[in-house]
């Protein structure tokens, strides 16, 4: 028998693809092949560059978990998958989807598999009185009563396909290790979920959650919500879990949770106003608004000279057709408004540099493990997280706490100040990010896969086609960073 580790995309778009072994069996001229998933994913450029093909193991290094799948290669090695007996052959579906579950370390996962249980559970029990059931016996009609089920409990179409995906997997699974013969009966069941519009704040509702101030109600929650939406639409777990060593000198790096992909968001200028804010270093920032001077084509202060341009461009008649500029809405050809507010730019970035460089050396007095919203986390179980790894039950437990938490106070947020949807989520500030690159001439789809940490385009396809309006929307602009200004 020849053994082989092979790497290999599920898309050629793919950022990373998985680890897998090949077994291979030749006996009297019959070739037989067999492929097990490592579990385990990287980079096309980190498999060439860390395996050793003599030896089948990584050599050591500080970019992947080299010692946990060298192990997991040694064990697999001598692992015979053409003489493998399954012990018991007459499990029933969810004895069976328990003993799936106990092979999960990733507590993510083993969350999926109880709540799909559960329901699963509950239905058999309302509907048939009994506690479990035969594979066999779970069929076409079986699977639309537990459907309309579902339904009249309250569940959402996404929900229950959710649950009939994981339900397919068991099935799929006892079928490959010969624990039930047949076929799988939710193949040929499709739920269809219709495409809702996606849920984005407005401008003005932006500007309310900006003029929050530190000590009023939800000013943590806003800061959260808002920081999301600024760093192109950072995933709640992702923002959450940021730490002081993410903010570089230039930008903002981090392994996304989801993926385990590395990003590297850039410091906009709101960015750097919301962490100023939240160190208590805003005087530094109003005392070098106070401080730039602009050169041309008059001296003034930057404070004194944006209050004078905005001024005069709110005088302009609405009726009139106009240019968008660096977020302003200017007269055609008006070349004089141009250069005060390129010089206005120019200020802009200097004061965001100035900043930055305080942030940093602010951030260098402190403890770099520090969670950038401990005060809304409360806990030190992420200390030492690695993000490249799953989380610890500990780590789930209080995140899923602390993200249900957050959900229902964003909700009050909204309420409380009057935003034009009630019903906010996490998701908002990403979906409301990803209409403003919608709106943006010259964004390719690569572009929006990009800035928001897919892996592949096809995801990227799919998440942009259910529910968008694309129509043009109160978020018109050419870009995010200019989009909110302070008077």
Request: glycine content about 2%; aromatic content about 14%.
């Amino acid at each position: 028998m020849k053994v082989s580790i092979v790497f290999s995309k599920k898309n050629k778009t793919d950022l990373k693809g998985y680890l897998f072994i090949t077994y291979v069996k030749r006996d009297r001229g019959i070739v037989e092949k067999k492929k097990v998933s490592l579990d385990y994913s990287l980079s096309k450029d980190d498999f060439d560059k860390y395996f050793n093909k003599i030896f089948n193991q990584f050599i050591p290094n500080r970019k992947i978990d080299f010692k946990n799948i060298n192990d997991k290669i040694k064990e697999k090695m001598d692992f015979n998958p053409f003489i493998l007996k399954v012990d018991k052959v007459n499990y029933k579906f969810l004895e069976y989807m328990q003993t799936r579950k106990k092979l999960k370390n990733n507590y993510s996962t083993i969350n999926t598999y109880d709540s799909s249980s559960n329901m699963f559970k509950k239905f058999i029990y309302d509907k048939h009185k009994i506690t479990d059931i035969d594979f066999h016996y779970i069929d076409g009609d079986f699977i639309i009563e537990m459907e309309n089920y579902f339904i009249n409990e309250g569940l959402q179409f996404s929900t229950i396909r959710f649950y009939f995906n994981n339900y397919s997997t068991i099935f799929n699974n006892a079928l490959k290790n010969s624990v039930y013969s047949g076929i799988n009966p939710f193949n040929n069941h499709k739920i269809k979920v219709s495409a809702k519009p996606k849920k984005l704040l407005s401008e003005n509702d932006i500007v309310k959650l900006l003029d929050i101030k530190k000590g009023d109600l939800y000013y943590m929650e806003s800061r959260m919500f808002l920081f999301s939406l600024f760093a192109n639409g950072l995933r709640c777990s992702d923002m959450m879990l940021l730490v002081y060593e993410n903010f570089k000198n230039e930008y903002i790096e981090y392994y996304q949770i989801k993926t385990k992909i590395p990003m590297v968001v850039n410091y906009s200028d709101k960015i750097v106003y919301i962490l100023m804010e939240m160190f208590d270093l805003l005087d530094d920032y109003k005392k070098l608004e106070d401080e730039m001077m602009i050169h041309k084509p008059v001296i003034l202060p930057y404070k004194i000279a944006k209050r004078r341009l905005i001024g005069t461009l709110k005088d302009n008649r609405v009726d009139e057709d106009y240019d968008f500029y660096f977020g302003y809405n200017i007269k055609p050809n008006d070349r004089e408004t141009k250069i005060i507010i390129d010089e206005l730019v120019k200020v802009e970035k200097n004061i965001n540099l100035h900043c930055k460089n305080k942030i940093s050396n602010y951030l260098k007095k402190k403890d770099k493990k520090t969670l950038l919203f401990k005060d809304f986390v409360k806990s030190e179980c992420f200390k030492d997280f690695d993000k490249t790894k799953p989380m610890n039950e500990e780590q789930f437990k209080t995140y899923k706490s602390r993200y249900t938490s957050y959900n229902a106070k964003l909700k009050r947020m909204s309420k409380h100040y009057k935003l034009s949807i009630e019903d906010i989520t996490t998701h908002v500030s990403r979906f409301t990010f990803t209409n403003v690159l919608l709106e943006i001439n010259g964004i390719n789809l690569n572009d929006i896969r990009i800035a928001l940490g897919h892996t592949n385009l096809a995801t990227t396809q799919k998440y942009i086609q259910t529910g968008f309006d694309f129509k043009k929307s109160d978020l018109v602009n050419s870009e995010i960073n200019y989009k909110y200004r302070r008077d």
